[in-house]
């Protein structure tokens, strides 16, 4: 009963200051995806411009979570989350302000920074949630921050369009970078901590040579981390293999939308989202009021039920159904990709605070790589096949991959 009562306990109330700017910051996020792929569009003359900005924006996706492991070990983590906010707060500007004709050479360059700030800014918050909250309210906490970040994502979606034929890119990216000024601004007065208390020493400390596997590089850490968490691993494969499929669909489903209504695709899509949106937020609702409440914590199996659950509507959603039935596996849809979202952050915040943030930067490279692949061979395959076999294959794979995890772990746990 105590471990129900201490699962269901209230978060801090300053917490939920962050979360709200956790979804300006999002909403900000996509605002500039939407702005500078355009922006890439018309200043390169093609589609190029465009693949070529997202793939060194995934890029240093990639990059920013292999180092930050390291940095969110070695540095304050407040700062470090408020330096990468003023970093893509001044690529932006910079972007904004700079000559017609010095665009392409500065855009390029700034998607790195754009992407890697993002990697680092998230694996250290993170990271920081169990020490924020209380490792028993971390679940409750990462219910939260998904649901705000979701609605913030589709409400960034649904607006660029009307923020960039209204204001103009300029006047659009402005206003993402002071979305990221205000969070950066937010989060280095935050009165939470941010990293775990450190052990008490012993009185007195024998005089003995570290051990050997102490003297290891940082190169070696995130291998010290897989075998300690084999876990981790597994799961960042089949988020791999699941950024992969999200990268298919993301990109099949404006083709889907001009093939099933093509007099107003564009309703098609925003229909499609906000009933996603809808799922997602039951998600935080499925958490917070009938797992919690009862001691449940989501972990592996409800991060292999709600990717077989994400995946298998996703390609329901290509089937040309009713739209009774389209609105009902969009809902499940969101419903599964917010509970993967909660159950493998809850899960990887179990880690001890020294391997946490290594796991999460693994993580986050494994999404960034599958995001990032997952554009380039789906692009090129929708030109010669259906959506509907594109995402297919690319969701079949996780499916196959989050049920063989499952059956692991079942047997893992029984012996």
Known sequence: MEATHQATSKLPRVFYRLAAGDALNMYGSQLDLVALSLFAYEAAGNALGTAGYLVLRLGGGLVGGLVAGRLVARLERRRLMTGCALAQALALVVVALVPAS????????????LGGAAAVASVALRTSIPEMVGAERRARANSLMASCRSTAMVLGF???????????????????????????ALVIRLPLPTRAAPAEEPATQPEEPAPAS???????????VLRAA????????????????????NISLPVFANLSSPDNPAALLGTFWATWAIGNLGAQQLVSRFMLRRGIEPGERGFALGTC???????????????????????GAGLG???????????????????????????????????????LLSGSLLAVVSPLTVV????????????????????????
């Open 102 to 113: 010095m665009r392409i050479p500065v855009l390029y360059p700034l998607a790195l920074v």
């Open 158 to 184: 649904a607006s660029a369009g009307v923020v960039v034929a209204w204001a103009g890119f300029r006047a659009a990216l402005l206003i993402d970078a002071a979305s990221f000024v205000l969070f950066g």
């Open 214 to 224: 102490g003297k290891r590089g940082p190169r070696w850490q995130a291998l010290v």
């Open 230 to 249: 084999p876990v981790v691993g597994a799961m960042a494969g089949i988020r791999l293999l699941d950024a992969f499929g999200s990268a298919a669909h």
């Open 309 to 331: 659950l994400m995946s298998a509507c996703f390609i329901l959603v290509f089937t040309d159904l009713p739209t009774p039935l389209f609105l009902l596996v969009a809902i």
């Open 337 to 375: 990709d917010g509970f993967t979202e909660i159950s493998y952050t809850t899960r990887i915040q179990a880690l001890a605070d020294e391997r946490r943030g290594e796991a999460f930067g693994i993580l986050a490279s494994a999404e960034n790589v599958g995001m990032g692949t997952g554009m």
């Open 392 to 415: 297919g294959v690319s969701h079949a794979v996780p499916i196959v991959l989050a049920l063989a995890f499952l059956v692991l772990v079942a047997r893992t746990r029984r012996r």
